[in-house]
C-alpha cells in the first residue's frame, strides 16, 4: 500500500499536493506545523482541508524554537516589516525562516518514520521561489539523510522518498493543476500578513493572485 505524509501550510501549493495524493497513493496523512508564524491562521485552513480531502490523520506539531530568533525573519519577528511587492531577485527575502523546510522535514520523518510511511511529501516549486530549501539539491540532499536515520528503511532496506513533484513548475502551472483536480482555491490561504481578508500586497499574495488569474 502507497501511503504518504504531506506537509500541509494552508496555501495553495500544499493544497494542489495533497489533491494530488489523494490521487496517487491509498492512504494520506498531513502535518502542519506552528511556528510562531505571523499568519498562524493558515493553521485554519490546513486543517478544514485536511477535513475535506478525509486524510487518515492530521498532526499538528508546534516549533518553538522560531519564537526565539529576533530579527531575522519578517514571518515569526513583528517589529519587522513584511515587504510589499515582488519577492528581490538576487538574495533571499527578509521572509525567509531559516532552515524552515529541513527543519520540517526532520519532524514530518519521525513522525512517517514511526508509522512506517515512506513517502513525504512537500510542495516546493523551484523556478519562481527565492527561498534556497525549495531548490531540487536541498530535496536531493534531505531524501538521502532521511533514508540514513531512518529505522524504517534500516529494518526493511526501503527508501525513505521526499515527494516534490512540483520541483522544475511554475506557480502557474501548479495553480492550473489544482484546477484539473478539483482543488478547492477558497479554502486555501496565503498572505504573510496574516490578515483576513489578505492584504494583496505582500509577495505571497501578489504571487498567488497572479498564479490563478482565470482558475478561480
Known amino acids: 500500500m502507497k501511503r504518504i505524509l504531506v506537509l500541509l501550510s494552508g496555501g495553495m501549493d500544499s493544497a494542489v499536493l495533497l489533491w494530488l495524493c489523494k490521487k496517487d497513493f491509498q492512504e494520506v496523512y498531513a502535518v502542519s506545523f506552528d511556528y510562531g508564524q505571523r499568519h498562524r491562521v493558515e493553521l485554519k485552513y490546513a486543517l478544514e482541508l485536511g477535513r475535506i480531502a478525509g486524510v487518515k490523520e492530521h498532526f499538528v506539531v508546534e516549533v518553538p524554537v522560531y519564537r526565539s530568533l529576533k530579527g531575522v525573519s ?18 533571499p527575502p527578509i521572509t525567509t525562516v531559516p532552515m524552515r523546510n529541513l527543519v ?11 508509522y512506517e510511511i515512506d513517502y513525504i511529501g512537500i510542495g516546493v516549486h523551484s523556478l519562481d521561489s527565492p527561498y534556497p530549501d525549495c531548490r531540487p539539491e536541498f530535496i536531493t540532499s534531505a531524501e538521502a539523510c532521511i533514508t540514513s536515520a531512518s529505522t524504517y528503511s534500516s529494518k526493511t532496506k526501503r527508501r525513505m522518498h521526499v515527494y516534490a513533484p512540483f520541483l522544475g513548475m511554475t506557480k502557474r502551472e501548479v495553480a492550473l493543476l489544482g484546477k484539473e483536480l478539483g482543488v478547492p482555491f477558497e479554502k486555501t490561504y496565503s498572505c504573510y500578513l496574516g ?18 488569474k482565470g482558475v478561480l
Open 74 to 91: 519578517a514571518l515569526t519577528d513583528a517589529s519587522l516589516d513584511v515587504p510589499k511587492g515582488d519577492y528581490p531577485k538576487d538574495e
Open 104 to 114: 520540517f522535514l526532520a519532524l514530518a520523518s519521525a513522525i512517517a518514520d514511526a
Open 195 to 212: 490578515t483576513e481578508p489578505p492584504c494583496g500586497e505582500c509577495p505571497t499574495c501578489l504571487q498567488r493572485e497572479e498564479a490563478l
